[in-house]
C-alpha cells in the first residue's frame, strides 16, 4: 500500500493536459507503474531517473512529446550513476528537441551523448551519435559538417556488419547530400539503403527510403518517378502510424500535385500533412505546407488563403522564438559567468585588503574600504554595459532571423532599418590554443581533424571546445560560428 500510494503520488506531476487527448489517467498510471517495475531492474542505482526515461521512450513512441520532454527533463535534472542510461537519456532529449524544432539543444544534447559514447568505445552507441549530430546539423543547414559526422558513421558501421543499420546510415547520407546538392550520390546512398531493407524484408523501413529516394527524384526533376515511389511509401506509413515520414511524404507528394497543376489533389495532400503536424507537433513541416497552401489560395478563396498565411507567420515566430531563447540561454550563461567571476575577484581583493587592515593602521584600512566600493562600482558600471550590449545584439539578430522568413518586404525593410546602427559584443579573452580550435572549428573540421593538425589528443580538444562553450556561454559549434563571425569576421 505505501509503494501504491508513492507511485500515485509521482503520477500527480503529470500535467493532464500532456495525455488527456490520447489516454485516460488510468493508462498513463499503468504504463507509468510497468515503467517503474522495468527500470527497478535494469537500473537499480538509477531507479527515479530510469523510470522517468522508460515513460519518456514510451510518450515519445506514441507521438506525446510533451509528456515525453517533461518527464526526460526530469530525468536529466537527476543525478545519474549509469552512464549508458545518462546517454540514452541525452540521445533521447535530442529526439524530443528536435522534433519540438529547438535545433541547438538537441545539437546540444546529441554532442554531449557522443562524448559519452566515445568513452565507453563501443562502435554501436559511436555510430547512432554519430548518425543523429549528422541529422541535425542538416536540419540545422550545415551539410558539409553534417557529412562528415555520417562518413564516419557509415564507416564505423560497415566494419560492424549490421545491414539494417547500414541502410539506416545510407539513408541520412543520401538526405545529406541532396541538401548539398549532390544529386547522383544522394541517389546512389538512397538505392543502397533501398537495397538492403528490400532484401531483408524490413517494409516498414522500405516505405522510408521509398519516401527518401522520392525526394531525391523531385530535386532531379523526375515528378512522375517520385510521384510513384511516395504512392507506395504513404499507405505503409499511414498503417504503421509512422506519422512524422507520413508528414513529410504528403508535404513531398503535395509539392508535386502543385506543380503539376492538379490544385485539389495538392490541397487534399496537404490538408491530410497539417492534421498530421499538428498531431504531431512538427512545426518545421507544418510551416512549410502552410506557406504552400497560402499559395494555393491566395487568389480563389483570399478568407483561408489569410488563415494560412497568419499560421505560417505564426509558427515562423516559434521557431525563431525558440532559437533566440537558446540564444538569450546563452548570452545569459556568459554574463552570469563573467559576473560571478567578477565577483569572485573582488572578493579576493576584499580578503587581501582586510588582512592588510589587520597589520596597517587604521587609515590604511579606510583607504582600502574606499578602494574596494570603487572597484564595486566599476565592476556594475560594466556588467550593465556587457547586459546592454548582449540585448542589444540579441534582438538585433533575432530581427534578422525573422526577416529572412517568408513576410511583407517592408516589414523586412523595417527590420533591416532597426538593426542597421552597429554595436560591440562583449570582449572575451581566448587563449592562443583556444582560438586555434575556433578558427578549425568554424573551417568545419571534426574533433579527430583538429587533434591531427594541431599534434594533441581528441580530448584535449573536447576540453578546449568545453571552455570554449563556458566562455562565450554557447551550445554547440554552430553557435561558435556565429560568434567568430560576429567578433572576428571568420568563416
Known amino acids: 500500500?505505501?509503494?501504491?500510494?508513492?507511485?500515485l503520488i509521482l503520477f500527480a506531476d503529470f500535467p493532464q493536459e500532456m495525455f488527456s487527448s490520447y489516454c485516460s489517467r488510468e493508462v498513463i498510471d499503468s504504463v507509468y507503474a510497468d515503467c517503474r517495475n522495468s527500470a527497478v531492474k535494469e537500473y537499480p542505482e538509477d531507479t527515479e531517473a530510469?523510470?522517468?526515461?522508460?515513460?519518456?521512450?514510451?510518450?515519445?513512441?506514441?507521438?506525446?512529446?510533451?509528456?515525453?520532454?517533461?518527464?526526460?527533463?526530469?530525468?536529466?535534472?537527476?543525478?545519474?550513476?549509469d552512464r549508458t542510461l545518462k546517454a540514452d537519456c541525452l540521445s533521447l532529449a535530442s529526439a524530443v528537441a528536435r522534433l519540438k524544432g529547438n535545433l541547438s539543444s538537441a545539437i546540444n544534447y546529441a554532442e554531449q551523448c557522443l562524448i559519452l559514447d566515445r568513452e565507453s568505445g563501443n562502435d554501436e552507441y559511436i555510430s547512432s551519435?554519430?548518425?543523429?549530430?549528422?541529422?541535425?546539423?542538416?536540419?540545422?543547414?550545415?551539410?558539409?559538417?553534417?557529412?562528415?559526422?555520417?562518413?564516419e558513421a557509415i564507416a564505423v558501421e560497415l566494419k560492424l556488419n549490421r545491414n539494417d543499420y547500414l541502410a539506416i546510415r545510407y539513408g541520412v547520407a543520401s538526405e545529406i547530400y541532396l541538401k548539398s546538392g549532390e544529386l547522383q550520390q544522394a541517389m546512389?546512398?538512397?538505392n543502397k539503403a533501398l537495397a538492403l531493407d528490400s532484401l531483408d524484408g524490413r517494409w516498414n523501413k522500405v516505405a522510408v527510403r521509398r519516401s527518401q529516394k522520392g525526394g531525391v527524384l523531385i530535386e532531379m526533376g523526375l515528378d512522375n518517378e517520385a510521384r510513384a515511389e511516395l504512392e507506395q511509401a504513404i499507405p505503409v506509413f499511414r498503417q504503421g502510424n509512422n506519422l512524422n515520414s507520413l508528414a513529410i511524404s504528403l508535404a513531398q507528394l503535395g509539392e508535386i500535385e502543385f506543380r503539376s497543376?492538379?490544385?485539389?489533389t495538392a490541397i487534399d495532400s496537404y490538408d491530410e500533412c497539417v492534421k498530421v503536424c499538428i498531431e504531431t507537433g512538427n512545426v518545421y513541416i507544418e510551416s512549410r505546407v502552410r506557406k504552400d497552401l497560402w499559395q494555393l489560395y491566395k487568389d480563389d478563396s483570399p478568407k483561408v488563403a489569410l488563415s494560412h498565411l497568419e499560421r505560417y507567420i505564426e509558427l515562423q515566430n516559434i521557431l525563431n522564438s525558440n532559437d533566440s531563447a537558446e540564444m538569450m540561454q546563452s548570452f545569459n550563461v556568459k554574463y552570469e559567468t563573467l559576473k560571478k567571476e567578477q565577483i569572485i575577484e573582488l572578493q579576493k581583493h576584499r580578503f587581501i585588503y582586510l588582512s592588510i587592515a589587520l597589520f596597517l593602521l587604521v587609515a590604511l584600512a579606510i583607504v582600502s574600504v574606499t578602494l574596494a566600493i570603487m572597484r564595486n562600482k566599476a565592476a556594475r558600471a560594466l556588467e550593465e554595459k556587457n547586459a546592454v550590449l548582449v540585448k542589444a545584439n540579441l534582438d538585433k539578430d533575432r530581427l534578422l532571423t525573422i526577416a529572412k522568413s517568408n513576410i511583407p518586404k517592408e516589414v523586412i525593410s523595417e527590420i533591416f532599418s532597426i538593426?542597421?546602427?552597429?554595436?560591440?559584443?562583449?570582449?572575451?579573452?581566448?587563449?592562443?590554443?583556444?582560438?586555434?580550435?575556433?578558427?578549425?572549428?568554424v573551417k568545419g573540421m571534426i574533433n579527430k581533424e583538429i587533434a591531427d593538425q594541431l599534434g594533441i589528443s581528441q580530448r584535449t580538444v573536447e576540453v578546449h571546445k568545453n571552455n570554449l562553450?563556458?566562455?562565450?556561454?554557447?551550445?554547440?559549434?554552430?553557435?561558435?560560428?556565429?560568434?567568430?563571425r560576429k567578433v572576428f569576421g571568420k568563416l
Open 188 to 190: 546512389e546512398f538512397a
Open 129 to 151: 551519435s554519430l548518425n543523429n549530430i549528422a541529422g541535425l546539423y542538416m536540419t540545422y543547414g550545415d551539410a558539409s559538417i553534417a557529412r562528415k559526422y555520417i562518413d
Open 261 to 264: 497543376g492538379d490544385i485539389q
Open 50 to 81: 530510469g523510470t522517468d526515461y522508460l515513460f519518456a521512450d514510451w510518450a515519445y513512441g506514441v507521438s506525446l512529446t510533451d509528456l515525453s520532454k517533461y518527464c526526460i527533463d526530469k530525468a536529466l535534472e537527476t543525478k545519474i550513476s
Open 1 to 7: 500500500m505505501r509503494f501504491l500510494f508513492t507511485l
Open 419 to 441: 538593426t542597421s546602427s552597429t554595436s560591440v559584443m562583449p570582449d572575451v579573452k581566448l587563449t592562443k590554443r583556444e582560438m586555434q580550435v575556433a578558427e578549425l572549428c
Open 469 to 484: 562553450y563556458k566562455k562565450l556561454g554557447i551550445n554547440n559549434n554552430i553557435e561558435l560560428m556565429h560568434y567568430m
